[in-house]
């Protein structure tokens, strides 16, 4: 069994998902990293035989669009797929049937879909510490089940819905853009990794506003810790959001 990763994970949370996920069933992994800028994804085409993982966070309730335009590219060549979302423990609204959308006008064949918590990554107190060990075992059990699926014959696919709202909602702007502060050495590691390209190689501590999608790897790779969002713009949002981080979300499966 061939298994395949497409996965957009700016600060890690999306790939601690999909690695528990594939971890379950045992066998070698590739990896395709849809935040690396240096990838002509247009020459990705997966083999019909593979089972692959596409997974993605949720940005405002919508696939993040730097991925979805990504993930276009590739050839799916009808390889089975699962669907995966991955949110901060506010709402994943529309990104899993965007993401499902996406994923068959790139001709893959989605078998099921995941939604999934992990610590918010600009408000780090929702959701703190996610996925933890009862996620881990959910996720694990998901895996499980979606194995015993591919494995039937045939494969059921009657019961298969994905949730989610046609026209999706409207995409939010990025709004809270991170600056460096004077502890930035100019190292240039936030330049190179940067899935948007958003921040000069020649001077680091600029950044293009318009380009930056708000995904916060720079902040969070960061060796001198000199990246910042303003923390008064991040109050606001966290007390926004206060209400609706307030109970302990479930990981779900659409099978």
Known sequence: MHVAQIVFSPTGGTQKVTDIITAEWGVPVEKIDLSD???????????????TIIAVPSFGGRVPALAAERLKKIHGNGAMCVV????????????????????IKSG??????????????????????????????????????????????????SAFKIPGNHPYKKAGGAGLVPKADHKCNKCGVCAEKCPAQAISKDNPKETNSKACISCMRCVSICPQSAR????????VAAMAIKKACSERKSNELFL
Do not use: W
């Open 228 to 235: 910042k969002v303003n923390s008064a713009m991040v109050s």
């Open 84 to 103: 995966v979302c991955v949110y901060g423990n506010r709402a994943y609204e529309d990104t899993l049937v965007e993401l499902n959308d996406i994923a």
């Open 108 to 157: 893959f064949e989605v078998i099921a879909g995941i939604t999934a918590i992990a610590e918010h990554s600009i408000m780090h107190q929702y959701a703190a510490g996610r996925p933890d060990d009862r996620d881990k075992s959910e996720l694990q059990d998901f895996a499980r089940k979606i194995l015993a699926k591919i494995n039937s014959d045939p494969l059921d696919m």
């Open 37 to 51: 800028p240096k990838t002509d994804f247009s020459t990705i085409t997966l083999n019909k035989d593979s089972i």
